[in-house]
T-cell receptor
């Protein structure tokens, strides 16, 4: 049982490049979310999913796409990276909204 | 949607003293309130939670209280230790909700 696995742990992108942050969980959780965390700030919700095939926007969705083709995987795509997207990205999952999230270890992204 | 406010944003206490962090929420239908601890450079981890049918919950040196009438809940840490130094986040989720609403975090420093 690996929990929530995020890859890569670190990434440097050039402005305009695209990439996909991977998130996988092996706990059969229906609920999955992506958050970004900037220095001195809290967790801001980007996109979330309540099950395979179902996704919705969070607080800061612009510049990001998601899909949920399987229960296990919830990748986050940056369409055209911008310096404002420099942040630490956390994926989280839960089997219920009355049980806390399990977070992945995060991806530290720098856009230059 | 739900709005969660968290205070204070920073808190310094002497080792052995108690620390209290308070959160208020806006949606009276919220029924689940988790607390997360995030050490520097690490992922947020669930430390304690409370459901709306309970007024208080304890786990060793930490406790959470909930006042549904006033719509606020608090984290209490007694006999603080240097390893308690971290950022603490509160969260709330409405009944039948599909995402967690996080507070902005409290940076706790325990001075030896």
């Amino acid at each position: 049982n690996a929990g929530v696995t995020q890859t890569p742990k670190f990434q440097v992108l050039k402005t305009g490049q695209s990439m996909t942050l991977q998130c996988a969980q092996d706990m059969n959780h229906e609920y999955m979310s992506w958050y970004r965390q900037d220095p001195g700030m809290g967790l801001r919700l980007i996109h979330y999913s309540v099950g395979a095939g179902i996704t919705d926007q969070g607080e800061v969705p612009n510049g990001y796409n998601v899909s949920r083709s399987t229960t296990e995987d919830f990748p986050l795509r940056l369409l055209s990276a911008a310096p404002s997207q420099t942040s630490v990205y956390f994926c989280a999952s839960s089997y219920s909204m009355t049980v806390g999230y399990t977070f992945g270890s995060g991806t530290r992204l720098t856009v230059v | 949607g739900e709005n969660v406010e968290q205070h204070p944003s920073t808190l310094s206490v002497q080792e052995g003293d108690s620390a209290v962090i308070k959160c208020t929420y806006s949606d009276s239908a919220s029924n689940y309130f988790p607390w997360y601890k995030q050490e520097l450079g690490k992922r947020p981890q669930l430390i304690i939670d409370i459901r709306s049918n309970v007024g208080e919950k304890k786990d060793q040196r930490i406790a959470v209280t909930l006042n549904k009438t006033a719509k606020h809940f608090s984290l209490h840490i007694t006999e603080t230790q240097p390893e308690d130094s971290a950022v603490y986040f509160c969260a709330a989720t409405p009944r039948a909700g599909n995402q967690f609403y996080f507070g902005t975090g409290t940076s706790l420093t325990v001075i030896p």
